[in-house]
């Protein structure tokens, strides 16, 4: 049987664009990976920034949860990367950040939004930027722990000038369920 050259060629042609996807795939799986954690470090420097601003002690920067893999010290902050890759965390004096006035809590809490945000829009249009808009918005939803949720506990507090246990509760709640809306409506508009 005898193949022309053309058609030989193009079998060539799919079948490494056929090997090439997974790689592709593969990739773009690794790059996303490395960009979000990227964005999460970003984002706890941001509240780093801002506690050092604010006079708030930070004993350590996780990037990961769970058993530490590896860290170094810098001064009297221990930076280190966890080997669950499922969030980040500043460990900040949470004593010393209550006693700061309520502009001082919130630029706290809201400090790795504001970086998240910087890095989202110089990095516009690029993976990197995309992944760093989307941690900025996931965290200023007030999903319990999140940054949104700390902000409106604080502002709560200072609003009813103490703490309420069923206040907090309906928040916690409440919120939870605003942010499973709006995420819900996000993922139907785009399909």
């Known amino acids: 049987m005898c193949v022309e050259d053309g058609e030989l060629a193009r079998s060539f042609e799919i079948d490494s664009r056929r090997r090439s996807a997974p790689s592709q795939m593969l990739t773009l799986i690794l790059t996303v990976c490395l960009w979000t954690a990227l964005g999460m470090l970003i984002h706890e420097l941001g509240h780093l920034f801002a506690a ?35 969030g980040s965390f500043v460990r900040l004096d949470g004593t010393a950040l209550k006693s700061r006035s309520v502009k001082a809590q919130l630029f706290v809490h809201l400090g790795g939004i504001v970086f998240n945000l910087i890095a989202g829009f110089a990095g516009f249009g690029t993976i990197f930027g995309g992944l760093n808009l989307l941690v900025a ?12 949720w700390k902000c409106g506990l604080v ?24 942010s499973l809306l709006l995420g819900w409506a996000v993922v139907r508009m785009f399909m």
């Open 52 to 86: 050092r601003c604010c006079k708030v002690h930070a004993s350590e920067l996780a990037i990961g949860l769970g058993p530490t893999v590896f860290g170094f010290s810098i001064g009297s902050i221990r930076f280190n990367v966890r080997a669950l890759p499922l």
């Open 137 to 148: 918005a996931g965290n200023i939803l007030p999903i319990y722990k999140h940054d949104g």
């Open 155 to 178: 502002l709560m507090r200072a609003y009813l000038s103490r703490q309420s246990q069923p206040f907090e509760w309906a928040y916690t709640f409440s919120g939870g369920i605003v």
